[in-house]
């Protein structure tokens, strides 16, 4: 059985509504990331960075970093794309959301990762708030005209979905972002995303 350690409101949201849609029955580990359970000696062995999210593989091996678990979990649950062209758009899709649109939210959330030098923490927020928002920019316009990122519902969708949470969280005017918003409607409505903003509290 995999096991998925996640955070509330992380970027391992995606990977569980995954396993929320996959219906197959999975052990959740909910990590409380503000009190530092993602650095205890036990976890840290499991994936030496100290995040999450982390899938415990069904021979107990771990797995970490989006990157390789939503590909990993699209195949197993006929989530991701067969045809050779489609899978490469998709991991590029996922290789801008993991490399570009996370880090720069990061800036916001975490700026003192960038920096000694804490008169210069408010710049480095500002700075990475307006490129998180222009990234949310490209991402409505990739969805204009489509129900989904690909040619139907996949992994990809989760991950894209993360991102308009964060959005929210940082008060940004989302709205404007017509094609994006809706995608978060469609989202919304499914059962699988529904009980997994329940659970981690994540409100859009």
């Not at 197959?24 to 909910?30: H, I, S, V």
Request: hydrophobic share 35%; glycine share 10%; charged share 25%.
């Amino acid at each position: 059985m995999l096991t998925l350690y996640y955070g509330p409101g992380a970027c391992s949201m995606a990977s569980h509504i995954v396993m929320e849609e996959s219906g197959e029955k999975y052990e959740p580990k909910r990590m409380d990331l503000a009190k530092g359970e993602q650095r205890t000696e036990a976890y840290l062995k499991m994936n030496p960075q100290g995040r999450v999210p982390l899938l415990q593989l069904d021979n107990g091996e771990p797995l970490a970093e989006n990157t390789a678990i939503l590909p990993y979990l699209g195949k197993r649950f006929s989530l991701w794309p067969t045809d050779g062209l489609a899978e490469a758009k998709a991991l590029s899709l996922i290789g801008f959301f993991a490399a570009s649109v996370h880090p720069a939210h990061a800036h916001v959330g975490r700026p003192e990762r960038y920096t000694e030098d804490k008169s210069a923490l408010p710049g480095i927020k500002e700075q990475g708030l307006k490129t998180f928002h222009g990234h949310l920019k490209q991402i409505d316009g990739m969805l204009a005209g489509r129900e989904w990122f690909g040619d139907k519902f996949s992994v990809l969708d989760p991950y894209g979905f993360v991102f308009y949470t964060w959005g929210v969280r940082r008060e940004l005017p989302m709205g404007e972002l017509k094609n994006y918003t809706a995608f978060k409607d469609r989202m919304t409505q499914r059962p699988a995303v529904a009980r997994v903003l329940e659970d981690e509290k994540v409100k859009v």
